[in-house]
């Protein structure tokens, strides 16, 4: 299969290129390289550097007839999308929409399109752990920006027939992450400590998240490419929660010391808890996550202290 990546030299596209070659399919990165790195990607993977909003992009998508997209490039911060809604909307939406329009246009078969947790909002604890079927309430721009894509998503497959399949992930991290992201919290983290520096947490760090390895999100992404069971949402999620707190006692013992961290007020549109149920990604796309917190966190520490 030869699957278009847009945003695939990011930390996610990283994992999901490896996993892609290993299983003897043509991955093709297109990356504007804004936050996306070309050493994130094994030499012998593609890379054309490219915005999705050039001119040439649907050209490109012309030439090389790709069976499907997945769609990870786009504006992934709460606070930026807060400070700036113009260009959230710019990357998130007007972005989403020129891969849909090249879809359409050059016939792939299917968009996998990355939607995110921060869709949900801030739930009630008896709606935990949140289900697809919650109602989408996001607190912040990036989170509607990503709803917004959702409904085009349905849209063009009600117009122009086109298969989807929208994966709305949990906090990812992993190796390769960037300071920026739902999962950013553990790169950020993590490099501090390696470097010896202090960590700040924003809140009591009571708040929680559902923490979930790049490395599984990748093999729910290769699930979405394959499964049947198409034009619908999933989570991909550990269906755990995760203190902020939690983490860094995680983080001390990785390290080998004691962290100590100093505290600030809450961010603007963060939301409390999130914890995102499974169970339809387990039935629909056959995907659980393999990978336990404490390795995950322990391979993501040891990359940034490499």
């Not at 911060?77 to 998130?92: G, R």
């Not at 399109?113 to 909002?121: E, K, L, V």
């Not at 122009?160 to 906090?171: D, K, M, Q, T, W």
């Amino acid at each position: 299969m030869k699957v278009l990546i847009t945003g695939g030299a990011g930390f996610i596209g990283s994992h999901l290129v490896r996993r892609l070659l290993a299983n003897g399919d043509e991955p093709v990165s297109v990356d504007n390289l804004s936050t996306g790195l070309r050493e994130n990607l094994p030499e012998e993977a593609r890379l054309i550097v490219m915005d999705v909003h050039d001119a040439e992009f649907l050209t490109l998508c012309r030439k090389e007839q790709f069976d499907a997209a997945v769609h990870l490039a786009g504006q992934t911060m709460v606070n930026s999308s807060i400070e700036d809604p113009m260009n959230d909307a710019k990357e998130n939406i007007l972005g989403g929409i020129q891969v849909l329009e090249a879809a359409k246009c050059c016939g792939m078969k299917r968009v996998i399109f990355a939607s995110t947790a921060a869709a949900y909002g801030d739930v009630a604890e008896d709606d935990l752990p949140v289900r697809e079927s919650q109602k989408p309430c996001p607190m912040s721009f990036y989170g509607l920006s990503k709803v917004t894509m959702e409904h085009y998503l349905k849209l063009y497959h009600e117009i122009c027939g086109l298969e989807y399949v929208i994966l709305r992930f949990a906090n990812v991290f992993g190796e390769r992450q960037g300071d920026n992201g739902e999962g950013g919290v553990i790169s950020i983290f993590t490099k501090r400590i390696a470097e010896g520096k202090d960590i700040t947490i924003y809140g009591d760090g009571e708040q929680t998240r559902d923490f979930v390895y790049a490395g599984d999100v990748a093999s729910g992404i290769v699930a979405a490419l394959h499964t049947k069971n198409t034009n619908t949402v999933y989570n991909l999620s550990t269906r755990t929660e995760t203190s902020i707190r939690q983490l860094v006692t995680h983080l001390s013992h990785i390290a080998g010391r004691r962290i100590v961290p100093n505290y600030a007020a809450p961010r603007p549109g963060d939301i409390y808890r999130s914890m995102l149920d499974n169970l339809r990604a387990y039935r629909g796309l056959g995907w659980k996550p393999e990978t336990g917190l404490e390795e995950a966190l322990r391979r993501t520490y040891e990359h940034f202290t490499e």
